[in-house]
C-alpha cells in the first residue's frame, strides 16, 4: 500500500496566506467582514480539531482496515481509480453534511463549524473536536467495503476538504455559469451557511453541487436577499470550551430532563430544535412558517392589484421567524 501525503497538510502556508490576503481585502473594503476575536476563535478551534484528528485517527485507520478486510473488490492504485474514488467520496460526505444538519447527535459536531456570524476564509477552519465521538466517520465505511483502499480514500477526502477552503468568503462573488452548475461555489456555500428560512438545510455539498440539484436540496443565492449567518441563541462570548461543547451539554441537559425514554432518543437523534412539548423550532417549522407569511402577503397583493378586499390573513404564528433574528438557526444552544 503507498504512502500518500495528507493534502490538508500540504495546503496548510496556502491557507495561511490566503487568510491574510483575504483579511487585507476586507481592511480595504470592508471591515466588517473580519472580526479579530472571532478570527482567532476559528484558528483555535481549527488548530484543536487537528489534534483531535491526530489522536483519533490511528483508531479511525485502523477501522478502515478492519471494513476494508471484507471488500467485496480488490480495486487498483490506477488514477482513474482515485477519480472514481473522490466522487463517491464526495457524495458519502453530502450524505454525512445533510445528517449532520438532520440529525442532531452529528449537529452537535458540526454545529461548531456554523458558529460564526461571520463569513470568511477563516470560518472555514473553525471545526469540530467531537467528529470521532459523534461517528460521522461512518459515513466513509461504505467505500472501503466496496473495495477502495483506505490510503486511497483518506488522500481524496483531503482534497475534499482543501476545495471546500476557498467557498468560505464573500470577496468572490458569482462564478462562470457552466462552473456554478456542476460545482460547489462560494455563492453556493454561502446559502449553506446562512439562517434565512428560504436558505435552511440547502446545499450540502462539498465539491459537486450536482448532488444537491439531484436530491432536491440546491437554492441559489439571491441578490435581494443577503445571507445572514449564526445559529440559534448566538454564542455570548468567544469562549472556545463554549463553542467546542455547548451543543453536547444541551443535549446532556435535554436528556436529563426528558419525560420518558422515546423522548430521550428524540432529544439526541431527531432534528436539531425539537422537543417533546413542541416549545422550540426546528428548521422545517421555520420554513414553514415563513412560507404561510410569504404566501399571505402574496395573496394580499393580488387582492390589491385586483382592487378587491383584501384575503383574510393566514392564522400563523406573528413571532419573528429565525430570519427576522441575527444570525439564527434551527437547534439549541
Not at 463517491?88 to 458558529?115: E, G, K, M
Not at 477552519?125 to 460521522?136: C, D, E, I, P
Not at 466513509?140 to 473495495?147: A, E, S, T, V
Not at 382592487?307 to 437547534?331: C, F, I, K, Q
Request: overall charge positive; aromatic content about 16%; charged content about 20%.
Amino acid at each position: 500500500m503507498p504512502k500518500l501525503p495528507n493534502p490538508v497538510d500540504l495546503a496548510v502556508p496556502a491557507f495561511i496566506l490566503l487568510v491574510l490576503a483575504e483579511m487585507a481585502v476586507a481592511r480595504w473594503k470592508d471591515r466588517s467582514r473580519y472580526c479579530p476575536r472571532d478570527t482567532l476563535t476559528s484558528l483555535l478551534l481549527g488548530f484543536g480539531s487537528t489534534i483531535a484528528g491526530v489522536l483519533a485517527g490511528g483508531l479511525v485507520f485502523a477501522m478502515a482496515v478492519g471494513v476494508y478486510r471484507y471488500r467485496l473488490f480488490d480495486i487498483s492504485w490506477a488514477w482513474y481509480w482515485f477519480v472514481v474514488a473522490f466522487v463517491l467520496d464526495d457524495l458519502a460526505y453530502y450524505a454525512f453534511h445533510r445528517s449532520a444538519h438532520r440529525v442532531r447527535w452529528f449537529w452537535a459536531s458540526h454545529v461548531i463549524h456554523h458558529s460564526s456570524q461571520h463569513y470568511n476564509l477563516s470560518t472555514a477552519l473553525r471545526q469540530t473536536w467531537t467528529g470521532f465521538f459523534s461517528l460521522t466517520f461512518l459515513f466513509r465505511l461504505p467505500l472501503f467495503l466496496i473495495g477502495f483502499p483506505p490510503a486511497m480514500v483518506f488522500f481524496v477526502a483531503g482534497v475534499n476538504l482543501v476545495y471546500q477552503f476557498w467557498i468560505h468568503t464573500e470577496v468572490i462573488g458569482r462564478m462562470p455559469r457552466w462552473f456554478e452548475a456542476v460545482m460547489n461555489t462560494p455563492s453556493h456555500h454561502r446559502v449553506h451557511h446562512a439562517t434565512n428560512p428560504r436558505y435552511l438545510d440547502k446545499n450540502y455539498a462539498g465539491v459537486f453541487i450536482i448532488w444537491d440539484r439531484m436530491f432536491g436540496t440546491f437554492e441559489p443565492e439571491r441578490d435581494d436577499e443577503r445571507p445572514r449567518y449564526g445559529i440559534v441563541h448566538n454564542l455570548p462570548d468567544f469562549n472556545l470550551i463554549r463553542a467546542a461543547f455547548h451543543e453536547w451539554w444541551g443535549i446532556a441537559k435535554d436528556v436529563w430532563s426528558a419525560p420518558n425514554w422515546h423522548a430521550r432518543w428524540r432529544y439526541m437523534f431527531a432534528p436539531p430544535g425539537w422537543s417533546h412539548d413542541g416549545s422550540r423550532d426546528t428548521s422545517e417549522t421555520i420554513k414553514a412558517r415563513w412560507l404561510a407569511r410569504e404566501e399571505g402577503c402574496r395573496q394580499r397583493s393580488a387582492s390589491a392589484d385586483h382592487g378587491s378586499a383584501p384575503l383574510a390573513r393566514p392564522a400563523v404564528s406573528t413571532a419573528p421567524s429565525v430570519g427576522d433574528r441575527t444570525g439564527e438557526r434551527a437547534g439549541t444552544a
